[in-house]
């Protein structure tokens, strides 16, 4: 069910991965990333493998939780994934029908699912951990990204839950009007989701401009002399996870050029 | 510290060609004050000009003539730093709670315009606490995520909001409108009580007419202008143009005017149940004994009838492991009309989809004439054809460029011929008692109310037996809901509909339903006449005090007298009659 989605939401538990300054996680995940992207080996996925489930123990986010959010996401990344087996060239193991299935295909596909899987899991594992505000003002100071630009992505995550309930009811609504988006040709299909989207976008702009009203009546004004509930600073813990980060780095890199 | 004189307002709106069209928002020479720790309430019907009203006092739009000084600071001719001082001193709390909470935390949110005034972030957590206290939510709140909240608990977070920049004014618009009636008045009593300790000054617009009752000083407001302006002693005794300004008493106001025609208590300054109850006492101390206690309650339980119409049996529903419905039995018949009733997360919405199986809940059995819907098997869109549902807010479902092109899409899809689909949609508008000249209005140019009903004519435009209504009424002004309430009166008596509708309008519940089943905590609490069933709710809360809001004003009164001790018989809703038990007890 759509409200099943949980992805970019945070989950409200007190631990030390919680406690973290956001400029700290950003950057963990975001060399977390690209060692994941730069090479595949067994010695360097069993690692982040590893810090991923470090992390996650420590973050105190029910792994249950986490799964029921992406039962969709790893079902699309393993058939993404499938495609790699038919379509790598190398040592034939059999055929179905036209499709020659080899041995490097394989080993391939599995790497593209693990790596995916990291990548999804360790980000999503960011947004359970970081509030959206956290996010955003670490993502400010991380980017240099103008205030107001992070104040969009703030509300943009704050409102995903909203939108998804509103989207639910009504598709609920016009299915009972006897719309239907699982049957029929594209056409049909395409004319049934207008009467969700239409209004979907025409709420969404009403909503928009009440809030806009919210923040000019809070004195909002675009970041100008705002201070923050939670200013950034680093603590002692702050510093050691930056050691481990830099540690992380250089095995890593280890792995990459000797394997 | 609100001046405003000769206040004008006008907003048109432009065709294509840019001619004038329309005026709508008005407003014509409005003259108002407000001084410091004043408690005013503005009420009108919708398009009455209120809410535009509100945002002028927080320069969230400028006036095009008058002046309007806030706290001394000219709020029309202003530069930006002035109209910064000017949200400083004035606050404003909205309609919608999810419109207008920008952070995800509770404490992110509450911080969010002490933040953007520059308070230090040492003395940010002090007034997010101080806030939370002040709106009697504990610190323990601060941490929790905003869409684990209930609407009330949301409105209460948005007020502390407000709260934490240590505004001197709040102005709130419709801020209540969309809550249940103890939250309602939980919110209420909150605002009452930061008027009280904290001195600061409360505009509250409202079209809830009960409200009017806690505050000092009243605007009445029509097509843009002051219609009425005093006290309650001089508002409410000018019925009249009350109703010509699309309003109605308060229904306690109502009580105590027959009591005082009946001679049974003097007029004047009684204006909540409490203090009406206290002057009977003090004119009938004779009619009051200590032994009276409260009646046995005999609620009748309808029976499981198997050829019933919709049947419940035994049915759990939970979602992410929380309970949300344990053990719901009943069966609704065929021609009836049931409310169902409970506060908020109390599972009302979760039973009603489950009726269509727009939810599902495995081995579990809910039947619409025979067919088990929960049960994958079943051919759900023979049953859906039945049932006609209108989901909450039904407006907001709206997406055609027109409205006869929005209602005729229902019974296009059912397959008939264009010229019955047609047919369809037009009688389906008549019904809604919409003018044939609305066809081709686009959607956006209607009035609220009469998009409701535009929504509400694209769900009965399918032909259905049996209306499912996810709480028609909230957000309608007085007249809008009284149309709402007689157009589904028709279908039920005319038409022969069956009614099942959630709703938090009490008052009306005893006027129109046959039967109530009040949920709590996602089991059935009672079910049954509703006098019967809003007594048992009462017998078995925790909280009695608080738990009296949910009931009709008239039960409240015999409540509280009985608990006094004055031997009136309790289950009773309708005015009269309560006003009879009343007599007769003190006789």
């Known amino acids: 069910m759509l409200r099943d989605i949980t992805v970019g939401q945070f989950y409200s538990v007190k631990s030390p991965v919680h406690e973290l300054d956001p400029r700290v996680k950003i950057r963990f995940v975001l060399t977390f990333i690209i060692l994941s992207i730069l090479d595949r080996n067994i010695y360097l996925y069993g690692l982040l493998t590893i810090v991923f489930m470090a992390a996650l123990i420590m973050s105190n986010v029910p792994v249950k939780h986490i799964l029921r959010g992406m039962r969709g996401i790893i079902l699309f990344i393993l058939l993404c994934s499938m495609i790699n087996v038919f379509t790598v060239y190398g040592e034939e193991l059999f055929k179905i029908g036209s499709l020659t299935i080899t041995s490097e295909g394989i080993i391939k ?65 016009q299915e009972m009007r006897g719309a239907c988006f699982d049957k029929g040709g594209p056409v049909r299909r395409i004319k049934s989701l207008r009467t969700v989207i239409i209004p979907l976008f025409q709420n969404s702009i009403d909503k928009a401009k009440c809030l806009a009203d919210a923040m000019d009546s809070r004195c909002y004004r675009g970041g100008k002399n705002r ?22 780095l250089i095995v890593g890199m280890y792995f990459i050029i000797k394997f | 510290m609100i001046k405003i004189k000769d206040l004008e307002f006008e907003y048109y709106e432009r065709d294509e060609e840019e001619n004038l069209t329309d005026m709508i928002n008005a407003i014509r020479g409005i003259n108002f004050d407000a001084k410091k720790g004043d408690f005013i309430a503005i009420a009108g019907k919708n398009g009455s000009g209120k809410s535009t009203f509100a945002k002028i006092l927080n320069c969230l739009i400028t006036p095009i003539d008058g002046t309007v000084l806030i706290g001394g600071i000219d709020a029309v001719n202003g530069t930006d730093e002035d109209i910064f001082k000017i949200r400083k001193k004035v606050g404003m709390v909205f309609q919608n709670p999810d419109n207008q909470i920008i952070g995800s935390i509770v404490a992110e949110d509450v911080a969010f315009g002490a933040e953007n005034i520059g308070i230090p972030s040492d003395k940010l957590w002090e007034r997010v606490f101080s806030a939370l206290s002040d709106v009697g939510l504990g610190a323990k709140m601060a941490d929790v995520r905003i869409d684990e909240l209930s609407g009330g608990e949301k409105q209460k977070v948005a007020i502390a909001g407000v709260l934490a920049m240590k505004p001197s004014c709040i102005v709130l618009d419709e801020a209540t409108s969309m809550l249940d009636n103890k939250s309602r008045w939980e919110i209420l009593n909150t605002i009452k009580d930061i008027n009280k300790k904290l001195g600061i000054t409360i505009i509250m617009i409202t079209h809830h007419m009960d409200e009017l009752l806690i505050a000092d000083y009243i605007y009445i407001m029509n097509k843009g202008r002051v219609f009425l302006r005093g006290d309650k002693e001089s508002i409410f005794t000018n019925k009249e143009k009350l109703k010509e300004a699309g309003l109605e008493c308060p ?97 009302k919405s979760t039973l009603l989809k489950l009726i269509p199986g727009l939810i599902k809940s495995d081995g579990n059995m809910v039947f619409v004439d025979g067919i088990d819907v929960m049960d994958k098997a079943s051919d759900l869109s023979k049953v859906r054809k039945k049932l006609g549902f209108v989901f909450q807010y039904p407006e907001q479902q709206l997406f055609a460029k027109n409205v006869y092109e929005d209602v005729v899409f229902g019974p296009r899809n059912t397959g008939v011929s264009e010229i019955e689909a047609e ?42 037996e049996y209306l499912i209504l996810d709480e028609p009424l909230s957000g309608l002004d007085p007249q809008g809901k009284q149309n709402m309430l007689d157009i589904i009166s028709a279908l039920h008596k005319e038409a022969g509909i069956t009614i099942v509708m959630v709703s938090h309008d009490m008052e009306s519940v005893v006027r129109y339903a046959d039967r109530l089943i009040a949920l709590e905590k996602g089991q059935v609490l009672g079910d049954g006449a509703p006098v019967n069933v809003f007594y048992e709710m009462y017998l078995s809360a925790e909280d009695k005090e608080k738990e009296l809001y949910n009931l009709p004003v008239m039960m409240q009164l015999l409540i509280r007298l009985r608990s006094e001790g004055l031997e009136a018989d309790c289950m009773v809703a309708d005015i009269d009659e309560g006003i009879n038990s009343i007599i007769n007890a003190i006789n």
């Open chain 2, 251 to 347: 229904v306690i106001v109502e009580i105590k005017d027959k009591l005082f025609e009946a001679g049974i208590i003097r007029n004047d300054n009684v204006y909540s149940v409490e203090a009406l109850v206290k002057r009977i006492k003090e004119e009938h101390p004779n009619s009051f004994y200590l032994s009276t206690g409260f009646e046995d309650n005999i609620i009748e339980k309808p029976k499981i009838n198997p050829v019933n119409a919709i049947i419940f049996n035994h049915v759990n529903y939970s979602y992410n492991k929380n309970t949300v419905l344990s053990d719901i039995t009943f069966s609704i018949g065929k021609g009836e009309y049931v409310v169902i009733a409970g506060g908020t997360g109390t599972g």
């Open chain 2, 423 to 464: 047919k369809r949609a037009y009688e389906a508008i008549e019904v809604v008692g919409l003018s044939d000249e609305i066809y081709d209005m686009p959607v956006n140019k209607l009035s609220g109310g009469e998009k409701r009903r535009v929504a509400l004519a694209g769900v009965l435009a399918m032909q259905p």
């Open chain 1, 109 to 173: 596909a599995v790497y593209v699912f693990w790596r995916m899987l990291l990548i999804i899991f360790m980000s999503s594992l960011l947004m359970y951990t970081t509030t959206p505000t956290e996010l955003t003002d670490g993502l400010e100071k991380c980017f240099a990204i103008k205030g107001n630009v992070a104040m969009g992505i703030t509300i943009a995550l704050r409102f995903i839950p909203v939108l998804m309930e509103e989207l639910d009811r009504i598709m609920k609504a």
């Open chain 1, 227 to 248: 201070t923050k509930l939670r200013p950034l600073k680093y603590e002692k813990t702050d510093y050691i996870v930056y050691m481990i980060l830099l540690v992380l």
